[in-house]
C-alpha cells in the first residue's frame, strides 16, 4: 500500500493488481487446500552506508531485541508475551513470515489455497549483497527505476550465485535489509524503499526479467521491518495486503490521498495496519467476494472463488448470516442484493471471535494465537483486529458500482474521491471513509473505523432503508426502495430481513373479482388523478393516488350484469357533447358500455349514455378506440368483434352505428384499430392488415394472410427513419 500522487506514471507500475494466473489448477496442492502458489523468497542486503536518508546501514538487523521476549503480568499473574520483542532478522525469521502469509490465506479462503515458498539464499544468517547502497534503490526522483532494478538485480544475484531452480517458481517476494517508505513518519528517510507489489518488468526494461529460464514480470519489494521513528509496525499485514495484488485484487483505500476510502474493515483498505500490521483482517466486501488471481483473457476453467455469494433479490424474512471468519465453508456469509443492473449491496457479518481457549502453560500458543521463534503465525479468527470489542460486531454493507470498477480498476482507482465503486455504508450516520483529510476531527475512525459502522441492533442502526442515514438510494439519487431491516445483535450468525418496497402507500387496492389481460387507465377527472380499472366480471373501479376509492368507499363505480367475461380497457373521451369525458368498455357477450364520468346515483354510481349498451352482433375481446373521423368534436367509437366486423358508434340522442358501419372485414378480429391520419387501420385473425377511410371504402390489404390465428393488436411507427409508417403486429 503506497500512495505515489505526483507522478501519474507510477499508478501504472504499483500495487497494480496481477495480470497473469500463477496457479496450478490442474495440480494437487499441499495439506488439502485446493491449489499452490510456489513463491521465491530472496533475501537481500545493500553495500553498507552511513546515511541518515535510509533507516538502518543497509544490512540486515541480526541483533534482535535487547529486552525479554517474556514479561510478567501483574494483572494476569504469569509471564505473557512482549509483543514489542525483536528477533533476529535471519532465515527462521523470514520462514516465519511466509508462515504467517500461508496460515493467513489458508484460514481466509478455507483451505483452498496453498502458499509453498523456498528461501533463498540458504543460511541462517546470509543474504545477497546488492552491488549499490539503498540510496541507489530508494532515489525518491525514480522510485519505480529504484524498486524494478532492485527486482532484476535480485533475481540477476540468484541466479549468478546459483543453487536456485527458477523453474518451479510462479512469483518473486524480496525482502530486503531497513525499513519502508510508508512508515517514515519523521519524514527523516525519505529514501527507504516503498513495500509494494511492482507489475510491468516488460515495460521498464523493454522485457521481462529472465533468470535460469523463467521469466517474471512482477513481483513483492518488502522490508525486513517497519519499525522506525519510535513507532512500531508488523510486515504481517502488509505482506497480506500485497500478496493480494499478486493474487489479483484492488485497493480498496483513496489511493489519491483526499479520502481513506476505506478503513479497517478491509485489507485493501487500512486493514493491513490493524494491531500495528501485526494482524491483518479477512478480506472484506467486494475483494472478499473476487476471482482471485482472475485474469479476463485465461481460458483456465476453474478461478479460485475465496467466498461464493448467495444473491436476494425478492422480499425474505430472517436471513441468517454467518460471520465471515467461520472456517466453515458451507454457511451463508456474503449476500448480494441487486439494486439495479450495474449497482448491488453485499452483506456480510464481522464479528470479533475469540476462540475461549487462551490459557496454556506455553505463553507462544493456545487456541487463539500462535507465536514461533517471536513472530505471529496464526490467529484463529483473524477479524479479532476489527474496530469492535471481543464478542461484538454486526453486519457490514458495502455498496459496489460496477461502471465505475469497469472505467477505473485499470488504473487501480476503485475508491477514489468523489466516486466510490466499494463504499462502505456506515451505520453510525456518518461517512468518515469518505470525509476529506481537511475536514477529519477524529483520526481514529478514518483510519481503522468505528464498532458503530456496522448495522446491528442495539448499534446506532438497525436498519438501512430509503429513509435512514445513510440511505439505500441509487448513485445516481433514484430510489432503490430497498429495505434492510429487523438486524438482530451481534451474534456468530445474525439475521435480517429484506424487503423490495416498490408498492405506494395504501397499495395494493384489492377489488372484488379478478382482472385478465385488463389494463389499468390514469384519467383526470375534476382535477384530480383517478386509475379506471375493469374487471372480467364487469366491475369498474375509480381509485385515487392513496390507494382509497376515489368517488366513494368502496371504489366500484360501475357495474353491468356481463353475460360473459371482459377483457378490455377503459377508453375516455367527449362522445355526448364537447369536453365531456365518457369511458367505454367492452365484454365478451358483444356489448358495449359507455359511461358518464361526471353523474354519480344515489349509491355512488356512474350512470349510463341513453342508448348504453350497445350490442354487437358476437364477442368483443379487443378494447374500443375513441376518436374524431368526422370533425364534429365528438368522438367515434371504434372496435372489432368475432362477428368479422369493424364496428364505428357514435352519439346521436344515443349510442348508434355510423351510417356505412358496421364494415365487412371477412374475418374475426381480436385487434385494436388503429386511426392513423385520416385512415383507419385494422389487423384481422387471417393475419391480413387492412386500411380504409373515414368513409368506410377498403384502400389496401396486406398480403400477410396466414390460417394461424392472429390475436395482437398492430402497431403504427416509422421505425427506419425515412418518413413512412411500418405496421407492425405479432403473429
Known sequence: MVQMINNPLYKGFVSVPAERNIIDYNSKSIKDAKDTINVLVLKVEFLEDTSSLTTGNGKMDLRGSEDDEFVYDSTEQTYVRNLYYQTPHDSLYFYR?????????????????????????????????????????????????????????????????????????????????????????????????????????????????????????????????????????FIQGGLVHEFGHQLGL??????????????????????????????????????????????????????????????????????????????????LKLVKIPINAYEYYIVENRFVYQNPDTSSSNPDSNGFRVWKDGVLVKVDDYDISLPPDIGSGGLAVYHIDKTIIDADSGYNELNVWPNYAVLMEEADMVQDFQTNFYDVTDLEKVFYGSPYDLFFKGGVNDMFTPKTIPNTKENNGGNSHIYIYNVSPPDTVMTFSLLYDYKVKGFPFYMNTAADVNSPVVKEINGKQVIFLQTMKGEIYAIDKNGNGAFNSTGLVSLYNSAAESYSTPAFGSIVKTGSDEMVVTSYSGDVNVIRTDTLNSRGMFVSVKGSPFTAGDGIVSSAVLADIDDDSLDEILFTSEDMYLHILEYSDS?????????????????????????????????????????????????????????????????????????????
Open 655 to 731: 349510442i348508434v352505428e355510423k351510417e356505412f358501419s358496421p364494415i365487412y372485414l371477412g374475418s374475426e378480429s381480436w385487434s385494436m384499430p388503429i386511426v392513423l391520419g385520416d385512415r383507419i387501420i385494422v389487423l384481422g385473425a387471417d393475419g391480413v392488415v387492412r386500411g380504409y377511410n373515414f368513409s368506410g371504402v377498403l384502400l389496401f390489404s396486406s398480403p400477410t394472410e396466414n390460417i394461424e390465428y392472429t390475436s395482437s393488436s398492430p402497431l403504427a411507427a416509422d421505425i427506419d427513419g425515412d418518413g413512412t409508417i411500418e405496421i407492425i403486429f405479432i403473429r
Open 97 to 233: 513470515q511466509m508462515e504467517a502469509l500461508r496460515n493467513y490465506y489458508l484460514d481466509d479462503s478455507r483451505n483452498k489455497l496453498y502458499i509453498d515458498f523456498g528461501i533463498y539464499p540458504k543460511g541462517l544468517y546470509t543474504a545477497y549483497t546488492m552491488k549499490h547502497t539503498m540510496l541507489y534503490y530508494g532515489d525518491t526522483i525514480n522510485m519505480v527505476a529504484g524498486l524494478f532494478n532492485l527486482f532484476k538485480d535480485a533475481l540477476k544475484e540468484a541466479e549468478v550465485t546459483g543453487g536456485v531452480d527458477f523453474q518451479k517458481y510462479d512469483c518473486v517476494i524480496i525482502f530486503h535489509a531497513g525499513s519502508m517508505w510508508q512508515t517514515d513518519y519523521n519524514g527523516d528517510s525519505p529514501f527507504d524503499l516503498a513495500a509494494v507489489y511492482i507489475l510491468g518488468a516488460d515495460a521498464v526494461f523493454g522485457e521481462q526479467v529472465t533468470v535460469g529460464g523463467k521469466s517474471f514480470n512482477d513481483g513483492i519489494i518488502y522490508s525486513e521491518t517497519g519499525n522506525q521513528d519510535g513507532g512500531y509496525a
Open 250 to 331: 484492488y485497493d480498496l483505500y483513496d489511493v489519491s490521498g483526499v479520502t481513506m476510502g476505506m478503513g479497517g474493515w478491509a485489507v485493501h483498505g487500512t486493514g493491513n495496519w490493524n494491531l500495528d500490521g501485526m494482524v491483518p483482517p479477512h478480506h472484506a466486501g467486494y475483494n472478499a467476494a473476487s476471482i482471485f488471481n482472475a485474469n479476463p483473457n485465461s481460458d483456465y476453467p476453474s478461478w479460485i472463488y475465496f467466498n461464493q455469494t448467495t444473491t436476494i433479490d425478492k422480499d425474505t424474512q430472517n436471513v441468517k448470516i454467518k460471520y465471515l471468519g467461520s472456517n466453515e465453508d458451507t454457511s
